[in-house]
């Protein structure tokens, strides 16, 4: 259908409900990769590091294409990088379960990972084309329209997650066995095959600047050189770390404080869809630098929070409720300011923003986790933990030999359920610790902790006790040296509260918070 003008009719409702439906696969592959790594490493017999990097797989996939189709999105187009999406996204899938051919054989790692990969790229090219269309659909509506689309991505981690645990809950029903990897990575199918049928046969938009006529090198010029533009871009890369970075931290540290994970992670995700759908009312009564200002405050005030309670369901969902609050309007807020402040940054101010911001947050990661392993010895018990170390010093070589002797053969190396290079990996970080020790008569906080995480990671049937024991001894250290790295980087939430501010008070004196419009 053609309008008066002979310009194809965009139905704008439809192409936005198939991209935000598109963000579902996403959300899914994040916690169903996670619910199935053991069944694979079990079923492949594959390492513990082989099972980390199928684990990753899907991040680096989302980073090549964000890194690679995201500064060219201009000449590829919104609805060539959405079908390239689904393309990603359906490949991928099929490939990760084609892997279920291979058990046993070693060339099966290759083929998951190389799946992942492959969905990861389906989730990067969503990002890539998902906010650019999202900004050129609602032009005077972006910020409210973004944290409608990103709502999705919480959501469908939630109902994926739950949906996850169902299955393997209810099992076998008739010939399907509903708890196995390949039914729960098969649903992944039912979101894709939908926003598909949404997304491929509509007209799409241009993007702002193709639509205004600005040449692709002209936006790469006044992205590149304009100093706001890329103070908003480390600005994301500050508030996206302050999410992601105690959001990875926080579910383990609350465990080892007797707080089931998974229940704060639904409880936080629950908040910020609940915020990001309401967010127009936000945006109407305090704007986008408001909101921003709102978010740091609350994200500091729960960080300072998890770091001074140790303990206490209540208390920590309280903290959690604060924290979910404030980070919820953080991603998808900064991305519309900056589309509607500085327009002509285009898709490659929005790419270079969620990339930046992506790396930065997994540096956070890194950085958090320093600071906690660096507290880490002030809490363990030193005699216990020596003790224990030293069992696993005097009784692992003993599995490494009958891993070794089972080395080649398949069948057996599945009845011994472990592979010599998962407990050398043991055996040589305690080794490691325990030589620092005696060097010393000092607990390292990196060396010994990770000898205390390989040992409950790695599951011996005939070592269940010293398991244990390695367990009681790390939680209580673990969620001591997480909660100081949450009092360590929590004033960063309040000294970016100040740049908001003065944000805010400049758009309050120029007459409020006023969109830039981009006209051909």
């Keep these: 259908m053609l309008e008066n003008d002979s310009q194809p009719v965009i139905n704008r409702k439809k192409i936005f409900r198939g991209i935000c439906l598109a963000l579902v696969p996403t959300g899914f592959s994040f916690v169903l990769v996670s619910n199935i790594l053991g069944q694979l490493k079990a079923e492949f017999i594959l390492t513990n590091a082989q099972v980390g990097y199928i684990g990753g797989a899907a991040l680096w996939g989302m980073a090549i294409s964000l890194l690679t189709i995201g500064p060219f999105l201009e000449k590829i187009g919104l609805k060539r990088a959405s079908i390239g999406a689904f393309v990603c996204h359906l490949a991928g899938v099929t490939f990760f379960l084609f892997g279920s051919f291979f058990a046993g054989d070693p060339n099966a790692f290759w083929i998951l990972f190389l799946g992942a990969i492959g969905f990861g790229a389906g989730n990067g090219l969503i990002e890539v084309a998902g906010n650019p269309l999202t900004a050129a659909l609602f032009p005077k509506n972006k910020t409210t329209k973004l944290n409608h689309f990103h709502a999705f991505f919480p959501g469908s981690m939630i109902f994926g997650g739950l949906l996850g645990f169902a299955m393997v809950g209810i099992g076998q029903v008739g010939p399907i066995d509903l708890g196995h990897w390949t039914t729960q990575i098969a649903i992944i199918y039912i979101p894709i095959f939908i926003y598909g049928a949404l997304l491929i046969p509509e007209t ?32 994301k890369m500050i508030t996206l770390s302050l ?222 006790a010293l398991i244990a024991e390695a367990g009681s001894i790390l939680l209580p250290a673990d969620n001591y040296g997480g909660r100081m790295s949450f009092l360590w980087i929590s004033p960063i939430a309040f000294v970016i509260a100040l740049i908001f501010l003065a944000m805010y008070i400049k758009d309050k004196r120029e007459g409020g918070y006023k969109v830039v419009e981009l006209t051909a």
């Design 204 to 235: 799409f938009p241009k993007t702002e600047t193709a639509e205004a006529g600005i040449p692709m090198r002209e936006m790469f010029r006044y992205t590149f050189t304009h100093p706001v533009v890329w103070g908003l871009i480390i600005l």
């Design 243 to 464: 999410e992601m970075g105690p959001g990875r931290w926080i579910p383990s540290v609350l465990q080892s404080a007797g707080v089931h994970g998974i229940l704060v992670f639904v409880w936080v995700s629950a908040i910020m869809v609940i915020l990001r759908t309401f967010a127009g009312s936000f945006v109407e009564r305090f704007s986008p630098t408001g909101m921003l200002l709102g978010s740091s405050i609350l994200t500091g005030i729960g960080l300072l929070m998890f770091g001074f309670i140790e303990t206490g369901i209540f208390p920590l969902l309280l903290a959690a409720t604060i924290f979910g609050a404030g980070v919820a309007f953080y991603f998808p807020t900064m991305v519309g300011l900056l589309s509607e402040r500085y327009p002509k940054a285009g898709s490659l101010g929005i790419v270079l923003m969620i990339g930046f911001g992506f790396f930065a947050a997994g540096g956070a990661n890194a950085i958090m986790g320093s600071i906690a392993d660096g507290y880490l010895p002030d809490a363990l018990n030193e005699e216990q933990t020596v003790q224990v170390m030293e069992q696993v010093e005097e009784r692992y070589p003993t599995y490494i030999q009958e891993a070794q002797d089972a080395a080649g053969n398949p069948q057996q190396l599945a009845q011994l359920g472990f592979r010599e290079v998962d407990v050398q990996n043991v055996y040589n970080h305690t080794a490691s610790a325990l030589s620092h020790y005696r060097q010393t008569n000092e607990l390292d906080g990196v060396l010994t902790g990770n000898a205390l995480r390989a040992i409950t990671e790695l599951h011996l049937d005939r070592e269940e």
